[in-house]
T-cell receptor
Framework: QQQVKQSPQSLIVQKGGISIINCAYE??????FPWYQQFPGKGPALLIA?????SEKKEGRFTISFNKSAKQFSLHIMDSQPGDSATYFC??????????FGAGTRLFVKA | GAVVSQHPSWVICKSGTSVKIECRSL??????MFWYRQFPKQSLMLMAT?????????EQGVEKDKFLINHASLTLSTLTVTSAHPEDSSFYIC???????????FGSGTQLSVL
């Protein structure tokens, strides 16, 4: 119940295309859903986050879509660039508990 | 803002020696710091949670006597890998939070190689 399931495990997208990463959760107590971006050999960095009372949040080329009834959320990267090539982790958090991370998606954007 | 500095970035040590990794919050006071371990192509595995002035809380299966965590101030936490062995080789990452634990600010990680 504390798991966050993330897919796909890896993703190859052409430059300019849309990258889509999906996550699903079970615990309805989660109230904060961040996405982290990690480059090789570096620590993750917070990319964008959403709360369950919002269905969509957009920051630049990055958009989170949130479906509360389905307990699913996804990251969309518009106009994907080679510099976006990294590992992306979805996560879920609720007060008093630790952040639960998805397994990660390795994105490669072909030039 | 919310910068977390982690040192060293990489360390190579001989089996049986101890290694200390530092994690500092540079521009904020970190009430809580977390230590993670990450294997290649895998997710982050939480090792322990530390609060300033308190004993760290270790996750199940993590040996507290092998991975010593000290959080002596609101800006500094250290992880000491004692009597390191090759199986301890991994990428270790710290993170810190500012009051609410929902937003995690990560250090750049430390690659530990034990020969």
């Amino acid at each position: 119940q504390q798991q966050v399931k993330q897919s796909p495990q890896s993703l190859i997208v052409q430059k300019g295309g849309i990258s889509i990463i999906n996550c699903a959760y079970e615990n309805t107590a989660f109230d904060y859903f961040p996405w982290y971006q990690q480059f090789p050999g570096k620590g993750p960095a917070l990319l964008i986050a959403i709360r369950p009372d919002v269905s969509e949040k957009k920051e630049g080329r990055f958009t989170i879509s949130f479906n509360k009834s389905a307990k699913q959320f996804s990251l969309h990267i518009m106009d994907s660039q080679p510099g976006d090539s990294a590992t992306y982790f979805c996560a879920a958090y609720t007060g008093g508990f630790k952040t639960i991370f998805g397994a990660g998606t390795r994105l490669f954007v072909k030039a | 803002g919310a910068v977390v500095s982690q040192h060293p970035s990489w360390v190579i040590c001989k089996s049986g020696t101890s290694v200390k990794i530092e994690c500092r919050s540079l521009d904020f006071q970190a009430t809580t710091m977390f230590w993670y371990r990450q294997f290649p192509k895998q997710s982050l595995m939480l090792m322990a949670t530390s609060n300033e002035g308190s004993k760290a809380t270790y996750e199940q299966g993590v040996e507290k006597d092998k991975f010593l965590i000290n959080h002596a101030s609101l800006t500094l936490s250290t992880l000491t890998v004692t009597s390191a062995h090759p199986e301890d080789s991994s990428f270790y990452i710290c993170s810190a939070t500012t009051g609410s634990n929902e937003k995690l600010f990560f250090g750049s990680g430390t690659q530990l190689s034990v020969l």
